[in-house]
């Protein structure tokens, strides 16, 4: 399994919103349609991660008898999006386990299960198809993609209900401390819209329409 992030960097990065990391960096974040189940509060964990193909959801199982306190359990789905791998047994079985999230790039199924189970999840809607144990194939803790972004295990991610950001762990604290300083600054900029200044002039996009106005067609 791979090494867990340390209680400091989680305690950083919790304070961190994704959409916040979102205005500078542009990589690590899976595509939009890979959507939290309900809502709720941000998490931050490790990833342990899977490539689960098509119908043989095995390697799932697998997967969630090693999760520690705090994984989240990232699944490839190899490009299916029709067959639901994971589902509310499943699910029960990883929040006893202590896992902090799962996230699938593809369907889950028993939704209703999974929502009164409380354990969060991120997926790209639900579906009747199911998987089957078959023993054939998958892989866990490999480097893999889910929604265009790249996971390696031991990554460290967070998660909220404007999306997720996957980081190496060299780089998440200081990520998380630009973000949280990025953060600080908002209520600064919320008392100066209401003191009536004007959120273009503000942001410079202002000054830039003026100079693009300023060129020759």
Not at 11 to 30: K, Q, S, Y
Not at 53 to 67: C, F, G, M, R
Not at 94 to 121: F, H, M, S, Y
């Amino acid at each position: 399994m791979p090494k867990a992030i340390d209680d400091t960097l989680k305690g950083d990065l919790i304070r961190a919103e994704v959409a916040t990391i979102g205005h500078w960096r542009r990589w690590g974040f899976p595509h939009r349609s890979i959507q939290r189940v309900g809502s709720g509060e941000a998490i931050v964990g490790t990833a342990v991660t899977v490539a689960c193909p098509s119908e043989d959801n095995s390697i799932v199982h697998h997967a969630v008898s090693l999760l520690r306190e705090g994984d989240i359990l990232v699944i490839d789905r190899l490009g299916d999006n029709d067959v639901a791998c994971w589902g509310g047994v499943v699910n029960y079985a990883a929040k006893l386990r202590g896992a902090a999230a799962v996230i699938i790039d593809g369907p889950c199924t028993d939704i209703r299960e999974i929502e009164q189970a409380g354990l969060p999840i991120w997926c790209r809607g639900v579906s009747g198809r199911t998987s089957l144990p078959l023993g054939n194939a998958g892989r866990i803790n490999v480097p893999i993609a889910v929604g265009g972004a790249v996971v390696m295990p031991g990554d460290a991610i967070l998660c909220d209900d404007d999306g997720l950001v996957v980081l190496p762990p060299s780089e998440a604290a200081a990520v998380a401390k630009r973000a949280i300083e990025h953060q600080s600054r908002a209520g600064g900029t919320l008392a100066s819209l209401r003191e009536g200044q004007s959120i273009a002039e503000m942001s410079g996009a202002a000054a830039k329409i003026r100079k693009a106005q300023e060129l020759p067609l």
